[in-house]
């Protein structure tokens, strides 16, 4: 990355504080760049999502690394749940959505709840193996709560095999006038379900695999307690990236944790922080980290440094981070601070491999938790942050009243905050391809078709707030 005509900036920089200017290129269309990552992580975009347990779940995995991202399963989860977590991700479809299965006797109000978990909408009835019926939030609208799914459910399906190839699929729903189809075996049996979106957007992502083939996914721990028994337990579950996760990741426990775990050789990579400084940076690598997560204060739920003044603007931060590792044959995450897609073009030019993502991804469709209705009929999730009561509560549910009243006292963090689902994009799919096509832009403009030719090639200014203020849309005239 250069400053634009050779300015070095005299202070530290956000994303609004920086723009990009275009290059010379001969790069005509966005699908020549690959957005694959270097790092060892195996993403094919380079997108994470932060291990909130507000936002990273088993639907939240799923999606994304069949999109070519990764989600990392909170530290807060039994280990044996993650483990059963990362089992059912191996077990997924490369393409196919994994279905809401339905009984006919099920009723309308049971279906109501669990129909709003895939962005799609509908489920499947299926009698045994075999598909029966499809029902919609549509179908089930205005109907009584007690009525069974066999009485209001569409027999009329249309159906694809198994092995379809997603074009011809696509073709099929198109003219058949249908969002969707069951993906069937030769004997009948429900594979899969695949969508007009799902099969135009298998044309268009790579889904992110392990050497197996299944689906990538990673996994937390925490620096206190068995961390070695822990870990352990995760890569030999099959996590495909361990993240040693903590707010202050420049400390000796840190460290310590980093050193043993370098040396249990888990045969994955280790990622550890956070950090903000180069020092940081050099510390963390040299005790065993194989990427450093960088960013302190900057997430939308986070108050790190409102309580204490620590923190640092996160361009400066990935900036001078990634230089640091770099120079180490390392790498770093930007972990917080993306609310656009040039934010995540930003932290990439910066020097990152990966840019993790949190609240973004928390009104989406597929993260966990319940959604819900404001008194003005808009839908949102609740999200928190890691540091927060509501999350050490969670995190200390074994402790004694006395330790977690004691704990508790020592709150950063917002403990509850309405995420609302965007109408036009409801889907985290609907928000990876909304970054993914800002991301393919921003490589065109500086004449790069990989990654690493866009770390090389950004060319970067400083812009005052009215700069910023000029780039952003305006939804009516002035």
């Known amino acids: 990355m250069h400053f634009l005509n050779g300015l070095m900036p005299q202070h530290d920089l956000?994303?609004?504080?920086?723009?990009?200017?275009?290059?010379?290129?001969?790069v005509t269309s966005r699908l020549d760049v690959d957005l694959s990552t270097s790092d060892g992580t195996g993403t094919t975009i380079p997108l994470v999502v932060a291990n909130?347990?507000?936002?990273?779940g088993r639907r939240m995995a799923e999606t994304t690394a069949r999109r070519g991202a990764l989600t990392v399963i909170p530290q807060d989860i039994p280990v044996d749940v993650v483990a059963d977590v990362i089992a059912w991700q191996k077990s997924r479809h490369l393409v196919y959505d994994t279905p809401i299965t339905l009984d006919p006797a099920t009723t309308a109000g049971e279906a109501l709840i669990l129909l709003h978990k895939r962005a799609h909408g509908a489920g499947v009835v299926v009698h045994g193996e075999k598909p029966v019926g499809i029902v919609t939030e549509t179908d089930l609208t205005g109907v009584d709560r007690f009525t069974q799914l066999a009485d209001v459910m569409v027999r009329e399906m249309v159906t694809v095999p198994d092995g379809v190839d997603v074009e011809s699929a696509f073709d099929t729903l198109s003219h058949a006038r249908r969002r969707l189809a069951p993906v069937v075996a030769p004997d009948g049996r429900l594979v899969g379900l695949l969508t007009r979106a799902g099969a135009l957007r298998a044309t268009l992502y790579s889904p992110a695999v392990?050497?197996?083939?299944?689906?990538?996914?990673?996994?937390?721990?925490?620096?206190?307690?068995?961390?070695?028994?822990k870990a352990t337990a995760l890569a030999e579950a099959g996590a495909d990236v361990l993240v040693i996760d903590t707010a202050h990741g420049h400390q000796e426990k840190m460290l310590e944790v980093l050193?043993?775990?370098?040396?249990?050789?888990?045969?994955v990579p280790l990622v550890a922080g956070n950090v903000v400084t180069a020092s940081g940076t050099r510390d963390l690598v040299e005790?065993?980290?194989?990427?450093?997560?960088?960013?302190?204060?900057?997430?939308?739920?986070?108050?790190?440094?409102?309580?204490?003044?620590?923190?640092?603007?996160?361009?400066?931060?990935?900036?001078?981070?990634?230089?640091a590792a770099r120079q180490l044959g390392k790498h770093v995450w930007a972990d917080g601070g993306v609310r656009h897609p040039r934010d995540v073009a930003l932290a990439l030019a910066a020097g990152a491999s990966n840019v993790m993502v949190g609240s973004w991804f928390?009104?989406?469709?597929?993260?966990?938790?319940?959604?819900?209705?404001?008194?003005k009929g808009?839908?949102?999730k609740e999200s928190f942050g890691m540091a927060s009561a509501r999350a050490v509560r969670n995190r200390t549910a074994a402790d004694s009243a006395y330790e977690r009243a004691r704990r508790g006292m020592f709150e950063e963090g917002i403990s509850s905050a309405r995420m609302y689902v965007d109408p036009a994009r409801p889907s985290v799919e609907d928000v990876i391809d909304e970054i993914v096509a800002g991301l393919r832009s921003s490589c065109t403009y500086a004449g790069a078709r990989?990654?690493?030719?866009?770390?090389?090639?950004?060319?970067?200014?400083?812009?005052?707030?009215?700069?910023?203020?000029?780039?952003r849309p305006l939804h009516s005239s002035w």
């Open 14 to 26: 956000t994303y609004d504080d920086v723009f990009m200017v275009p290059n010379r290129s001969s």
């Open 378 to 380: 808009r839908q949102y």
């Open 450 to 471: 990989t990654l690493e030719e866009f770390q090389e090639r950004a060319t970067v200014g400083i812009q005052s707030t009215a700069g910023f203020a000029e780039g």
């Open 210 to 229: 392990d050497a197996a083939g299944h689906l990538r996914v990673g996994a937390a721990v925490g620096i206190n307690g068995d961390v070695a028994a």
């Open 52 to 56: 909130m347990t507000a936002i990273a």
């Open 259 to 267: 050193t043993t775990l370098r040396r249990l050789d888990l045969g």
């Open 287 to 323: 005790a065993g980290a194989d990427i450093v997560k960088v960013g302190v204060g900057p997430g939308a739920m986070c108050t790190t440094r409102m309580m204490t003044a620590v923190g640092r603007p996160q361009f400066s931060a990935v900036h001078e981070c990634a230089t």
């Open 362 to 375: 928390a009104g989406t469709l597929e993260s966990p938790g319940d959604l819900y209705t404001d008194e």
